[in-house]
């Protein structure tokens, strides 16, 4: 947990090294559109905050009030982090609309899309940086901030080729509607941003590849039992929770029972990073029929 919060303070250090790069390009341009390249930078700054508040949480042992942790609190921190990005793109919105109506030449073309380009050189390293290292620890923080850093790299590059083409051309309105572009771009990421954390506060199940997985694992470990069925699973950050009813004949001692289901848990727990699981013993009268037949 210590690497990703170190990871979140990067994402804030970063942030706004990005931020007075891209800000300074639109100083020397006064470009809309990279005005607008660099306002979503600030929701970057305010993103990687969220973030780094986020993972601090989740990193909280469970406690009285919250016997299952916080990981939830990543979800939130996502979900949130997807408002900034509508609330940015309106804003860029409003500027490129104001932009076309008064169109404008841009002042020093060549240095602002020089010192924008090195910003985002910069975002894009570590974008990529987020994304493998989020996935390897199973963080939804880091991985929605790596997400949006490589949005924000796509409409960058967007954004330069624009501006490089308005300065060509002449063409002053290129400019607020490149904006616009940016914009849209921006609204649909944070549309998928929010529609992807929602589903982790909805404990929506384990991937249909992870839960057969999780199947084959409880076959192959259940020797002794009859049967599992209601196999049940959510995950809550880098964690996934596993709970499932298992039959066993009645003659089994409970100590024998325990000992099937210590041998199932660990090798779920061997095979799936933070896996937490529950088993409920039920004896042979209980059995469906049609759960998990025991290898």
Known sequence: MDRLIK????????????????????????????????????????????????????????????????????????????VLIVVAALAIVREAWLAYQAPRLIEAPMLGLAINGVASILNAVWATILLRQGKRYRSPALVADGRHLMTDVMSSIGVLAGVSLATATGWAVLDPLLAL??????????????????????????????LEKIRA???????GAIEAHDVRTRHAGPVTFVDFHLVVAGSKTVAEAHDICDRIENALKDAISGAVVTIHVEPEAKAKHAGIVVV
């Open 7 to 82: 990871l979140a303070y990067g994402s804030l250090v970063v942030g706004i090294v990005v931020l007075g790069l891209k800000y300074a390009a639109y100083a020397v341009t006064g470009s809309v559109a990279l005005y607008s390249d660099a306002l979503e930078s600030i929701i970057n700054v305010a993103a990687a905050v969220v973030a780094l508040v986020a993972v601090r949480l989740s990193a909280i042992p469970p406690d009285a009030n919250h016997p299952y942790g916080h990981h939830k609190a990543e979800y939130v921190s996502a979900v949130l982090e997807g």
């Open 181 to 210: 572009l940016v914009a849209v771009n921006i609204l649909w990421s944070g549309w998928m941003l929010v529609s992807h954390s929602i589903g982790g506060l909805m404990d929506a199940a384990a991937p249909p590849e992870e």
């Open 217 to 223: 694992i409880i076959a192959l470990n259940a020797n």
